[in-house]
């Protein structure tokens, strides 16, 4: 794995090296700031696979370079690690919205390091073949990648869209007190898998994007952390329940979708119909298991003959 490493201290680039070596982390390039690693990104003859950023720089800091970093195509889905003695949760917040995949502690913790970078490993292995396979497949034609049913899609151009390891981290990172704050709830795209049959995987692709971008459009006032997961499936994190509503967040999510009926008509697109479900509230139980609170989010999602669908 290629890791570009960047923080303003000399002192702690000199320890941080030699202890990704000794996690089997070989191919590192150091930077002193951002406006370095950029320069030094530009020059690369082979990508990075994974950027690890200290958030407190002079100048450009490191949430503002990870932003920058993800507005370069060839690096919109690159995994950013964050690296920081900040624990205040505006940071925290601000480093996940910015683009961030996961979160390191300052000082260095290798045990901490041998397992974030060892999930990060996997992912970038994931992508990699991924790409390979949207590359080898009907290279004579260019069109938008077509996806499976189950498959995720890039959703980098979406404000507050994370993938769904990235929100795991975002609530292992938050802490057990903080996460407290916290609750999801599920959105379905009902008819899903009738538009991947009619319309194929990569239409299927554009319309969950149009979804992505209406539940953006609703969350603003909620702040946004929105993840695909697959299927026509969407979790998404809130700050506590008291100003939440179901039935009103449903209603207004349908109205921003059905603004796209006349274009989805015109070019024989099947138009979602979206169910919405109940907040889950974080509690102690999902502490071992992060993800299991993003799973029952899914389940809450009422079904037809309880209520809670959306037709548009």
Known sequence: MKILAVDDDPDFRAILEPALARQGYTDVTLAESGEDALRIIRESAVEFDCFILDIQMPGMDGIELCRRIRG?????????????????????????????????????DEIEIRARLGMTERLVNERRISKIAISTSRPNVITTPSVGFNDSIPMKRIEGAIDAFAMENYLKTLGI????????????????????????????????????????????????????FGGGQFVCLIEGQRTWSRDGFAATLSEYILEFEAIYDDLGITMPTIEVGEPVAYRAAYTKSRARIFQDALNAVQPLDLGGRYML
Request: negative net charge.
């Open 72 to 108: 370069l195509d060839a690096y919109r889905d690159a995994v950013c690690v964050m690296n920081t003695s900040l624990s205040d949760r505006k940071y925290i917040d601000s480093a996940f919205a910015a683009g961030a995949t996961d979160y390191l502690t300052k000082p260095i």
């Open 177 to 228: 007190f903080r996460a407290f704050s916290i609750s999801a709830f599920a959105v379905k795209v009902v008819n899903a898998r009738q538009i991947y049959d009619m319309d194929g995987g990569a239409v299927f692709s554009e319309v969950m994007l149009d979804v992505g971008t209406c539940l953006s459009d609703c969350m603003k006032s909620h702040g946004r952390m929105i993840s695909y």
